[in-house]
């Protein structure tokens, strides 16, 4: 019999609950992209038996020179394609950085996790904060983790999930959030990253050809970076409180993939409280390594030709590193505190305990990372991103028209092209020079592409970390697939899109100065 006090869902919640039915329906993620190959190498041929091809202008990364090229689909089943098929399956996998970056970031977040250092903390966190500051919390630290570049993917989206098990709230809620947060704002930050150093050159090198005098700096978009980081962190947590954890409902800890039941106590013992105190130890004397390591003008973590520390220097190069050892050591003196991780052999063992549990995403990772060159090989994306670009272009719009056309075509072409400065380096000497014909500003043209960028990250499945965040939440509903990711991420981008290109088109009407 139906509960007679059941909430009846909305025509949004049903549409999601439809996008979930039939996205789960699809296989495996393994088997999606063995098809996908399959769909690469037919069309690769068909398109280069008809011609297909385009020329354009391009920054090339190396010397900084506008130079002009043409790019043909290249054919997987022509001989060079087929030497390239065979010749190049073990090169894919180990240039393919994701899977480095996770196993790093998995020997600091397994001793962590296996500790207790990450329940602790979290159920700190909670005793400490209100309860409705927790969803905005998740998601302002979501968007900063970007200043370690993909980090936050392995860290701080498992972690969110844990936040809101450990208060008796939805845990795929949680996942939903972080991912949100960490691959929706993924270009703008409240502090300049190494990203950053690349987009401006790239947009100077394409403004020096309308004004060989104009030029921007690291710090252009600031403003509208910080001003984009609050906005999109209400936007995130209003999103997951008031239309993702209410299609959700209440939690079923049976459909857990392990079947375990959590602690979702919020006092800590006193052997806990002794652990955080050691765990913040470790941390002061990390930190004062690295102070040594930074901060003298001699440190060997600066950049050895210019000195600067943020920006392009190993020190934020190797951030990773950082965060690895963040969580190592602090998740082993926290360990020795509690007394549940006290020998090197225990630390060993919860580092081999982590990285078994990512066989199955590393294999997906073998075969998405042969995807994604076979597609870079071909040449197809860039041949669209080009065809999009000339027929906006072509348009005879205003300035403003074109600037969120310019966003749109960002957001399409990001569904097959993830990386940011690929498609930089390819969209900048189009849109930079017409737009500042235009009377438009080098650093609007970049904060637009900052806006185009991020969201679709979130359901793309050509994102590294989709198929992650798809294996995060089969930890918590076995059931899950590739559809209740997408169902979960759809009122995020949408609204993301929606009011983030609001955002940016108020702050170029009203001429706000876009940074320093």
Known sequence: ???????????????????????????????????????????????????????????????????????????????????????????????????????????????????????????????????????????????????????????????????????????????????????????????????????????????HLVDPNRSIGLASNVWFSIASVLFLTVIIAFISDRMIEPRLGVYNPEKSGDGTVPDQSTGLSERESRGLRYALYGLIGLILVFC?????????????????????SPFMNGLIALIMLIFLVTGWSYGIGAGTLRTLTEVIGAIEKSIKNLGGTIFLFFVLSQFVAYFTYTNMGTVMALSLSGALQAANIGALPLLLGFILVVAIIDLLLTGAIAKWAIFAPVFVPLLMKLGVEPEAVLAAYRVGDSPMNAITPLNAYFALVVGFAQKYDKSAGVGTVVSLMLPYVLWMYVLWTALFAGWQAFGLPWGL
């Open 1 to 207: 019999m139906p509960n007679a006090n059941a909430v009846p869902k909305t025509a949004m919640q049903r549409f999601l609950d439809a996008v979930e039915r039939v996205g789960n329906m699809v296989p495996h993620p393994v088997v999606i992209f063995l098809i996908l190959i399959g769909i690469v190498i037919v069309l690769s041929a068909l398109l280069s038996a008809f011609g297909a091809a385009v020329t354009f202008e391009r920054i090339n990364a190396d010397t900084h020179e506008i130079e002009t090229a043409t790019t043909e689909i290249r054919s997987l089943l022509s001989i060079e394609g087929i030497r390239f098929l065979y010749a190049s399956l073990i090169p894919n996998f180990m240039s393919f950085t994701a899977v480095g970056l996770m196993i790093a970031a998995m020997v600091g977040a397994g001793v962590a996790e296996e500790s207790g250092l990450v329940t602790a903390l979290i159920r700190k966190l909670v005793v400490v904060s209100p309860a409705w500051a927790l969803t905005y919390i998740l998601a302002f630290v979501g968007i900063i983790a970007s200043v370690a570049a993909d980090a936050g993917y392995l860290v701080l989206i498992p972690l969110a999930g844990i936040a809101y098990l450990a208060v008796g709230r939805h845990p795929l809620a949680g996942l939903a959030l972080g991912f949100a947060a960490v691959a929706g704002a993924f270009t703008v930050n409240m502090l300049i990253k190494p990203l950053d150093a690349v987009l401006v050159e790239f947009t100077n090198d394409a403004a």
């Open 292 to 312: 040594f390591l930074t901060l003298p003008s001699w440190a060997p973590l600066r950049n050895p030709e210019t000195g600067e520390l943020i920006g392009n």
